[in-house]
């Protein structure tokens, strides 16, 4: 065996090389840089090549070694690439609901964003399309589509952006980015007004929609003391606890899927219906009139605003990658994109037929409260009562899981904050308590408010920055581009952009 060795070594080829090595971790858990190799075609190399936990395994490196110690070393290769980047885990993060179970997988990723992204604001576009009118409104639409897309994978790619750190909430980014103290100034309202005030809305929506259900299906049968609406809305909460009680938000997969299967099939029935319908006989295309230009750019502006608010979800784009596995050799983006563009892809056959259609159904008609309001004060009489209860019920469905999904970084910041006080997880007991609190504090908004799910608008405006604008300085901010080439102009141009939207639309909602 000595004698087979010695005849390995001779064996190599006596080229001067440089030598690498290895990162060290530091007692701060960062990596340390390598000396810069020294020579012309060296250094190019070890710019080129970026350090992985494997790259000082390699062939070169295993030619001079006996097999059993190859065997090893390849093994170990293996285990480290399986293992991954090396990832600084929080204890914390196993307790709380978003980070508790990572078994996710692309499939989870389209359920949930199809969930998040596909709701009852979809149902108000031809509301705006009747303040702009076909060209304007198909424009906006399509910008808004893609621009959210591509601000959607930048999220997804920002997720590990730092070797060794996930950032597996849209808070902890902004932290990053932008510092401690600005990030969550500029971030944590936003998101949280985004999740409260969508909960609130869905509670208003649902309710309304679970009456109009109750109507429809009870018919001249109902009692002379049927529910009021605020009685309505206090059952469909309920409805709302209960589910609530799931732990995290893996366990909510299922539901996020049947909120996807109801919101495509009810997006599709109420476009269907009503094109399938004779139209009002005095429709007009022509955008909504106003006897001053200043209440005209409002009425523009409040627009723009539902176009952006139809976009929501880019606030739960981090929480839903961070319930994937994530390893050096499968990181977590490659099946979170998969799935976002299945999902965005299905969401896009959702919200411009809706808008097209219903807008070419009513044209400047269409009511404030959108679609389903227009489906039943135009063709309450000429619509089969069986499909007006079915598209209905299928709304209640939708509201309910879309609920789960939204209120889910509320649940998490709840349990963050009491882990990091006493040191332990939350009880059943307690994680049921946070829940039902919240559920009827949000009952409680929405009684004191009605008209919050009119308010597409004003919520658009106060939360485009979240889709539109902070995700491309995060880009600059933390990728650092090279400066003046075109994703440093391109990120910098649609941030600002965003900001001045964001301003411009919430004075119009108000």
Sequence with gaps: MDERLETELISIPATPRATSTPEILTPTGQRSPRPPIAGGAAAKESKSAAWTPTSFISPRFLSPIGTPMKRVLVNMKGYLEEVGHLTKLNPQDAWLPITESRNGNAHYAA???????????????????????????????????????????????????????????????????????????????????????????????????????????????????????????????????????????????????????????????????????????????????????????????????????????????????????????????????????????????????????????????????????????????????????????LVVFSCLSSFQIYSMPVFDSFEASYTSRTNRPCSVWVRSSFRVFYGFVNLLIGVAFPFLSSLAGLLGGLTLPVTFAYPCFMWVLLKQPPKHSCSWYLNWILGWIGIAFSLAFSIGGI
């Design 111 to 393: 359920f949930h964003n199809l969930n998040a992204g596909v709701g009852f604001q979809a149902l108000v576009l031809p509301v705006a399309f009747s303040f702009l009118g076909w060209g304007w409104g198909i424009f906006a639409l399509t910008i808004a589509y893609f621009w959210q897309l591509y601000t959607l994978w930048i999220l997804v790619q920002l997720h590990e952006a730092v070797p060794g750190k996930r950032y597996n909430r849209y808070v902890e980014l902004a932290e990053a980015a932008f510092g401690k103290k600005l990030g969550v100034w500029l971030a944590l309202f936003p998101t949280v007004y985004l999740s409260a005030g969508t909960a609130t809305a869905l509670i208003l929506v649902g309710g309304e929609t679970m009456k109009l259900f109750f109507e429809i299906v009870c018919g001249p049968l109902c009692s002379s003391n049927p529910l009021t609406t605020v009685e309505w809305y206090l059952v469909f909460t309920s409805l709302c606890i209960v589910l609530s009680q799931l732990p995290n938000l893996n366990s909510i997969a299922g539901l996020s899927l049947v909120g996807a299967v109801t919101a495509i099939t009810y997006s599709t029935m109420v476009w269907v219906l009503s094109v399938s319908q004779r139209r009002p006989p005095q429709i007009s295309y022509e955008p909504v009139s106003f006897p001053s230009a200043t209440a005209s750019l409002f009425s523009v502006l409040n627009a723009l605003g539902i176009i952006a608010f139809a976009f929501r979800g880019h606030n739960l784009v981090l929480e839903i990658q961070a319930t994937m596995p994530s390893t050096f050799k499968h990181p977590a983006h490659v099946p979170m994109w998969k799935g976002a563009k299945v999902a965005y892809f299905f969401i896009a056959m959702c919200l411009f037929p809706i808008a097209i259609g219903g807008y070419w159904a009513y044209g400047n008609l269409m009511p404030s409260g959108g679609m389903l309001t227009a489906i039943y004060a135009f063709h309450s009489h000429d619509i089969a009562r069986g499909l007006l209860a079915m598209t209905f019920l």
